[in-house]
């Protein structure tokens, strides 16, 4: 049974490089069958796409974070990456990555990890 | 601000219906109806419950049903549960710039 797992640091100073991995078990990132997705939500609030990544490399950001964003995967040890550069205080959130279909509903979110929180403070 | 509008929150008594709004600014989902639904209990990770803004995953009761209409996509919820208690995210294609955006989310009480 697929199972996603996030790992990072859950402190981060502000101006620094937030880094969170996303390790997959009982599946590979390289089946063609899908995309592999981060999502992020603030304490309290509501949720927000970060930026999503199919096993070649092609990578779908946000807007709003693309220029301080990047998403990218790793197939030897069958996990994807997010780095957000230079954060600030309202780049705290728990992060979650997920599993998306490689189909014309590309947008959803079928399977999701448990989440890691990252807080942004000095 | 989201880009997708929801009331924050919404209540019933168990075995009653209750159903939540998504309203965006332009076709909630576009042409293609690209508006999913997630379900996300207290402590957990959201988990998919509508896609394509009808369909169902496997193991998700069909209690759970979706619909729209223009610039509102809607979720119902019958027979309430206690189990049902959490809050409820819809997310809707957002054109190839943005790709996908999600409601502020609707905390629904089982009274």
């Known amino acids: 049974q697929l199972q996603l797992q996030e790992s990072g640091p859950g402190l981060v100073k502000p101006s620094e490089t937030l880094s969170l991995t996303c390790t997959i078990s009982?599946?590979?990132?390289?089946?063609?069958?899908?995309?592999w997705g981060w999502i992020r939500q603030p304490p309290g609030k509501g949720l927000e796409w970060i930026g999503t990544v199919y096993y070649s490399g092609t990578t779908y950001y946000n807007p709003s974070l693309k220029s301080r964003l990047t998403v990218s995967v790793d197939t030897s040890k069958n996990e994807f990456s997010l780095k957000l550069v230079s954060v600030t205080a309202a780049d705290t959130a728990v992060y979650y990555c997920?599993?998306?279909?490689?189909?014309?509903?590309?947008?959803?979110?079928?399977?999701w990890g448990q989440g890691t929180l990252v807080t942004v403070s000095s | 601000q989201s880009a997708l509008t929801q009331p924050p929150s919404a209540s019933g008594s168990p075995g009653q219906s209750v159903t939540f709004s998504c309203t965006g600014t332009s076709d909630v989902g576009g042409r293609s109806n690209y508006v999913s639904w997630y379900q996300q209990r207290p402590g957990q990770a959201p988990k998919l419950i509508i896609f394509e803004v009808t369909k169902r995953p496997s193991g998700v009761p069909d209690r759970f049903s979706g619909s729209k209409s223009g610039n509102t996509a809607s979720l119902t919820v019958s027979g309430l549960q206690a189990e049902d208690e959490g809050n409820y995210f819809c997310s809707s294609y957002a054109g190839t710039n943005n790709y996908v955006v999600f409601g502020g989310g609707t905390k629904l009480t089982v009274l």
């Open positions: 997920a599993r998306q279909p490689n189909a014309d509903d590309w947008l959803m979110f079928h399977r």
């Open positions: 009982g599946g590979f990132i390289s089946d063609i069958n899908y995309f």
